[in-house]
């Protein structure tokens, strides 16, 4: 945030003018891959598949259906808050 007050004299009483700037996700204004979140996409990377003949549990990644396996856990987010955002706002404050 960066705030600027100037005094402003009219009819004899001093009010006063407020100007605000903000930046909200600064880091992603400087460099567009910073500041970006990451969504899952795979909340079990690991899937319970049978007992080996030890009596073991064998666990295997997840496959799609050509049987390729799906290995992204995180995909990066597209959502608003992802992106850097500028606001300006003004005040007057009578006196």
Do not use: H, M
């Not at 402003?8 to 400087?30: E, H, T």
């Not at 990451?38 to 007992?51: A, E, G, H």
Request: hydrophobic share 40%; glycine share 8%.
């Amino acid at each position: 945030s960066i705030v600027q007050e100037f005094k402003v004299s009219v009819g004899g009483k001093n009010n006063s003018l407020q100007i605000r700037a903000d930046i909200f996700n600064f880091g992603n204004l400087i460099n567009n891959s910073w500041g970006v979140s990451d969504r899952i996409v795979n909340s079990s990377p690991l899937t319970y598949r049978s007992l080996n003949a030890a009596g073991q549990p064998v666990y295997r990644f997840p496959v799609d259906a050509n049987g390729n396996f799906q290995s992204a856990t995180y995909i990066k987010s597209a959502n608003l808050g992802d992106v850097w955002q500028a606001q300006l706002g003004i005040r007057y404050t009578f006196n």
